[in-house]
DNA sequence: ATGAAAGCGCTAACAC
DNA sequence: GTGTTAGCGCTTTCAT
C-alpha cells in the first residue's frame, strides 16, 4: 500500500480509502491510485487489516472426517451459510481422536477466528472455556459439549430410534438385533438407549448378545468391519438368532449390507433377508434391492442451523445457551418391512 | 503478550522468547512467565504473528462440490497432506460458477495463503497470474489450468473412456450411447474424445443421436437430471436404440440408475438392462444389481498428490510447472459385461 | 539473560 | 479532499 503510495504521489490513508470504496477522494485522485494499484499488481492484504479491525471474517468447522457424506453434506451447508456472510470457512477432520479435535480447535482460536463448529471428539471441552469467556461463540453439532455452556444443534437420537424399532416390531418383529457404534459416542449412545427404551415399552426383553457394538477409538470402524462379518452370524444363525437389525448410522448399514450380500454370494444363493432399518439416510438407499428403509436425519439441515446460529451470536445474540433438536423422519422403502419367517 | 509482559514484570521480548521455546530465558523468569500467561488465559495471536514473519501455515482448497463424494474424498486426502505440513486449510465450493471461483480465490490470496489447490470452474485463469509472479504456488487437480502456467494432477480421462468402450465393445456391442456432462468442462470433454476415439478405433461410426450431454452453467446437473427421463427414453427405445451406455461420471450414473430403476417400477417388472460402464467409482457400486462396472479413478491419490506438490513448491522446488497424470483402473462389475439382445 | 526500538500492512482518529 | 500519527500483536535486530 507504501508502494501504491508513492507511484501515485499520494498518501497511504488515500490509498487506504481508494482500496475500501471510501467517500471523500475526488476522482482524479482516485483514478491515480486506481492506476497504480493495477500496474503494481496490488491486492490489499486481509491479515493485516482483520488484525486491525478485530474481525477475521473466517470461521471454522471440526467435524470426524469430511470424507464422509454425513459430514461432508453438513460442510457444504455451512459453506453456504458462511458464503451468504462473507466468511471463508477453516475445516478439519478430527477422526474421533480428542487430542486433536483439541489441537485443531486451538490452532483456530490462536488464528482468531470469528467462530467455531464443532462436531465433538472429546468427552471434556473444557478446554475451550476460556476462549468461550473471551467471547468466541461456538456451536456444537451433532454431539452435545461437555463441561461446556455453549449453543448445540443435535438430531433427535432417542426419538429416531424408538420410530426404528416401532416400526420392525409393528412388522411383526419381537428379536431385534442391534448393530452400532461405539457408545463412548454419544449419537451411538443415544440411539442404542432409544431401541431399548422402545423395545421395553412394547414389553419386549433385550437379549444382550442382540447388541453389537463397536470399540472405541479412532480406526475403529475398520476393526468394526473386520469383526461384523462373525458378529452378523451369530445375530442371523447363532441360538439367539433375530429376525430384524437396526443399524446404528450409515456406515455401519453400509458395511451391514456389504456382509449380507457376501452371505449371498458365499451360499451362491439370495439368501432370505433379515429385516432392516438404518439409521441415517444415504443415496443407493433406493437402488439396492430391498431399497432400505431408514430413520433419516437432515445433515443440511444440522449444517445450515448450527452455522445461521452461530452468524446470530456474531450479530450480537446474547440468550443463554440454546439446544436444538431436530426432527428424524422414518423412509420407509422394503427392508424395514419385511415380516418375520413365518 | 503485552498484559502477560506487564504481570510477570518483564518486556514484551521476554514473553515472546517463552511462548516460543527460545533459548536465553533463566528458569526462574521462565516460570514468572507461564505463571502469567495461565493466569490471563493468554494465547498467541497467530495472524499478528504470521504477519510479521510472512508465512500463514494455511493453504485453501477449492472444488466444485463438497457435498460430492468425489471432492469430498479429494478433500480429505489434501487435510492430511496439510496436517501433516502443520498447516490448516481453508475449503470453498465453487459449483461450476467461474465468477465465484474467482472470489474465493482471490479472498484467499488478500489472507495471503501460502498456496493454493484448484479444481477450476472458469475457463480462463489469467487473474491469478499476478500471485503466481509474486511466488505463489498454485496446483489445479482434475483439469488443467487456462492461461496460466503452474502445475496440474489429472486423472487419464482419455485412456479411461478408452477402456471402458473397449470393454463394452470386448462385450459384443456396437452401438454405444454417452451420457456425459457438459463438454465445456475439461473431463467431460475429454471422456467425450476418449469415446469417440475408442470407436473410431474398431472402426465403428457414432451416430450423434447416441451422445446425450449437459448444458452447460451451475445448476446443469439438476436440469439434466430432468431431461434424462427422455434422453434415455430415445437411447434406449428409440429409432436410433443402443444396447450399452457409457455415462461420464459419478453423478450422471447414479441419475441414470436410478431412471433405469424408475422405468422397472413402471414396467412392473426388472426390464433388460442395457450393458453400463461409468466413469468413477463409488460407495455402492458393488452393491446394486447388477454390480455397476467403472473406470476408477483415485481421488484420494489425485489430492494427495497435488498437495504434495504444493509443499514441494513451499520447500523451494523450483522446476517448470509439472502436470502429472494418474491412471485409471477398470473395476469389472457386472453391468459392463453384458451382453447385447441376440 | 534481558530489553528497547522498529516495523509487518493495515485502519481509526484526528488534523489541516 | 487529503495527510499525519498511533497502534492492532507480534518478531527482528541490535543493545546492554
Known sequence: MNDVAARAQV????????????????????????????????RRNDSARQLRIGRAAEIGLLVEDVGDPFYSTVTRAVERVAAANDCLLFTGSCDDDPERERKLALALCARRVD??????????HAYLASELDSGLPVVFIDRPPVNLDTDAVL?????????????LIAAGHRRIGFVGDDPDIYTARRRLLGFRQEMAAHGLDVDEAWIAVGEPGAGRLRRHAERLRDKLEQLLDGPAAVTALFTGNNRITTQVLRELALRDADAGAVLPRPALVGFDDFEFADLVTPGVTVVAQDPAALGRTAAALLFERLAGLTEPARQVVLPTRLVVRGSGELPPPA
Open 11 to 42: 498518501s497511504l490513508k488515500t490509498v487506504s480509502r481508494v482500496v475500501n470504496g471510501d467517500a471523500g477522494v475526488v476522482e482524479g485522485t482516485r483514478r491515480r491510485v486506481l492506476d497504480a494499484i493495477s500496474q503494481l499488481g496490488f
Open 115 to 124: 467462530g467455531l463448529l464443532i462436531v465433538p471428539a472429546s468427552a471434556d
Open 155 to 167: 438430531a433427535d437420537n432417542v426419538g429416531g430410534a424408538r420410530s426404528a424399532v416401532a416400526h
